[in-house]
T-cell receptor, first 114, second 115 residues
Framework: DTGVSQDPRHKITKRGQNVTFRCDPI?????LYWYRQTLGQGPEFLTY????????KSRLLSDRFSAERPKGSFSTLEIQRTEQGDSAMYLC????????????FGEGSRLTVL | GDSVTQMEGPVTLSEEAFLTINCTYT??????LFWYVQYPGEGLQLLLK?????DKGSNKGFEATYRKETTSFHLEKGSVQVSDSAVYFC??????????????FGTGTQLKVEL
């Protein structure tokens, strides 16, 4: 069963360092989403791609954050000059462009900024 | 903007008890509504959905009815099992969303079922 996979599962970094997360979606899914989840909160939308095009970005995605999906397959989320407030679980999800609302989520990448 | 409000947890029940997790929403028009579940150590997965008023979504013994009059989508199950222990998230997809499935989630309700 090839679901959505995320790497690394846990990253500990010092404030000011750059980090990058990778997401491999379900292979036939053309849409890919990034969400952020902090403790005790639900997932918050960050951005989404249809194939390689980034179609929407949340205001939560400051200029220190950048996401790419260069070939319409895997995606990366980079955070530059990390801050303690960036500590969170970063969730990736994918879907087809059919139907409404069924996102397939990965297990997430937990970021801890010291 | 869109928002979802869920009852706070944790909710602790005995096996075979009746479950209700309340969810209300604020959105423009009539959004599509969802319940997602996150089992320990796993990613979120869709539990059920309803796309228009008065629709009832159901799966694995769970049910929720889209009530536009009360802007609610409460999750119910008649007899919970230990295996239902998880975090449950209510979510909506606004009609104003473009082509994507951008969802707005509630804060989640943790359910613990004991023998």
């Amino acid at each position: 069963d090839t679901g959505v996979s995320q790497d690394p599962r846990h990253k500990i970094t010092k404030r000011g360092q750059n980090v990058t997360f990778r997401c491999d979606p379900i292979s036939e899914h053309n849409r890919l989403y990034w969400y952020r989840q902090t403790l005790g909160q639900g997932p918050e939308f960050l951005t989404y791609f249809q194939n390689e095009a980034q179609l929407e970005k949340s205001r939560l995605l400051s200029d220190r954050f950048s996401a790419e999906r260069p070939k319409g397959s895997f995606s990366t989320l980079e955070i530059q000059r990390t801050e303690q407030g960036d500590s969170a679980m970063y969730l990736c999800a994918s879907s087809t462009d059919q139907g409404i609302g069924e996102l397939f989520f990965g297990e997430g990448s937990r970021l801890t900024v010291l | 903007g869109d928002s979802v409000t869920q009852m706070e947890g944790p909710v602790t029940l005995s096996e075979e008890a009746f479950l209700t997790i309340n969810c209300t929403y604020t959105a423009t028009g009539y959004p599509s509504l969802f319940w997602y579940v996150q089992y320990p150590g796993e990613g979120l997965q869709l539990l059920l959905k309803a796309t228009k008023a008065d629709d009832k979504g159901s799966n694995k013994g769970f049910e929720a009815t889209y009530r536009k009059e009360t802007t609610s989508f409460h999750l119910e199950k008649g007899s919970v099992q230990v295996s239902d222990s998880a975090v449950y998230f209510c979510a909506l997809r606004s009609i104003l969303t473009g082509g994507g499935n951008k969802l707005t989630f509630g804060t989640g309700t943790q359910l613990k079922v004991e023998l």
